[in-house]
């Protein structure tokens, strides 16, 4: 394909096309916008960093979650237009936001970590239910849901019911709660 610019946007004009095989190896993150990291790679970062946890509660209430959410998680985008729009998006916002959140602790001794660490892989993580999105991470627009509510609500709603569902304390799910409100 030749690479040409119309209407201030890139776009490609194919030369030869041809059919691939079954020996061929495709990965789609080569032809579509997608997160600069291996979605399965962040995946395990986060989810072994909230398995390191020292908190019980806080340990259980994220893998949980993550586990859950882990099918769209290998494909969700962060946004529809903006903010990590791409393959894996989500993955890859949650990932630099807890490296940030474990710079923070180092510098900011007095913090709980795994409240902090929860609070990050846990802030974005309804945006599954309020962004619509196929498996090339690619978004036509939000969920009623998320258009009437957003993510913010959404994940309100997902800490209250799952830390009623493991019995974790009122205290904590709170603190939670508020984390992802005021983010």
Not at 63 to 70: A, M, S, V
Not at 82 to 91: K, Q, S, W
Not at 151 to 166: A, F, M, P, Y
Request: proline share 3%; glycine share 6%.
């Amino acid at each position: 394909a030749l690479v040409t610019e119309w209407n201030g946007m890139k776009q490609l004009r194919i030369m030869r096309i041809r059919l691939t095989g079954a020996e061929d190896q495709i990965d789609m993150a080569d032809y579509i916008k997608a997160a600069p990291e291996d979605p399965q790679q962040m995946y395990d970062y986060i989810y072994n960093k909230a398995e390191g946890f020292d908190d019980e509660e806080l340990r259980r209430l994220c893998t949980t979650i993550l586990e859950r959410r882990k099918e769209k998680l290998m494909y969700y985008p962060a946004a529809q237009k903006n903010h990590h729009a791409e393959l894996a998006g989500l993955l890859y916002h949650e990932k630099r936001m807890l490296m940030m959140a474990e710079r923070a602790c180092q510098v900011y001794t007095n913090l709980d970590p795994d409240l902090l660490m929860a609070g990050v892989i846990l802030h974005d993580i309804e945006k599954i239910d309020e962004i619509e999105s196929n498996e090339l991470g690619i978004s036509p627009g939000y969920s009623f849901e998320g258009k009437m509510l957003g993510h913010l609500v959404l994940g309100v709603r997902e800490i209250e019911k799952l830390s009623i569902e493991l019995g974790m304390s009122r205290e904590k799910a709170v603190m939670l709660e508020h984390m992802m409100l005021s983010h």
